[in-house]
């Protein structure tokens, strides 16, 4: 015989077991300590739904309610809850040891502007060939990034490799 499934979110009418409850009517008024099957039958006599807002309360607090509503309530905050955060993206730059003035200008730019955004960036040195031998060269443009983003990153990974590249990972300070 399957499980039965479990519910989410508070107890609502018949599923709160407390024999003694705190109501709280539609109103917002304080009604005080009593059984929760009248606490129940007050609910229906007014055609609404009781609730139980804190179950660790000695006795659990209920309130008299439109379910429906509540839980549309419920649903609205959390979606605007979700509109406010920002996501943070992590952004790969990709450049060679060797790379022109330039296009270092374009790059940089273009982590400048991710950086703005809040996103991290994830620089990527890679090695061709005979450039794995020179290794010091590709550390040294790792390091003039660096310098040239400190004011508005921190270093979130040291430059380290990884195969036949370098990474470093760059964070909005």
């Not at 960036?121 to 031998?133: I, N, P, S």
Request: glycine fraction near 6%; aromatic fraction near 4%.
């Amino acid at each position: 015989m399957p499980a039965a499934p479990s519910r989410d979110g508070p107890r609502v009418n018949e599923d709160i077991r407390a024999p003694q409850v705190r109501l709280i009517d539609q109103d917002g008024e304080m009604q005080g300590v009593m059984s929760a099957r009248e606490a129940l039958l007050r609910a229906y006599g007014v055609g609404l739904d009781l609730l139980e807002i804190s179950p660790n309360a000695e006795p659990p607090v209920v309130k008299i309610l439109d379910f429906g509503k509540y839980k549309y309530e419920q649903q609205k905050k959390k979606n605007e809850a979700k509109k406010k955060q920002k996501v943070i993206e992590i952004k790969e730059i990709k450049v060679r040891p060797n790379i022109d003035e330039n296009d270092y200008q374009v790059k940089m730019r273009a982590m400048k502007s991710f950086i703005e955004e809040g996103d991290k960036v994830k620089v990527t040195l890679r090695f061709r060939g005979r450039e794995m031998a020179h290794q010091d060269i590709g550390i040294r443009v790792l390091e003039r990034i660096r310098n040239e983003m400190d004011p508005v990153t921190k270093v979130e990974q040291m430059p380290r490799m990884e195969n036949r590249q370098m990474v470093m990972v760059l964070s909005p300070r």
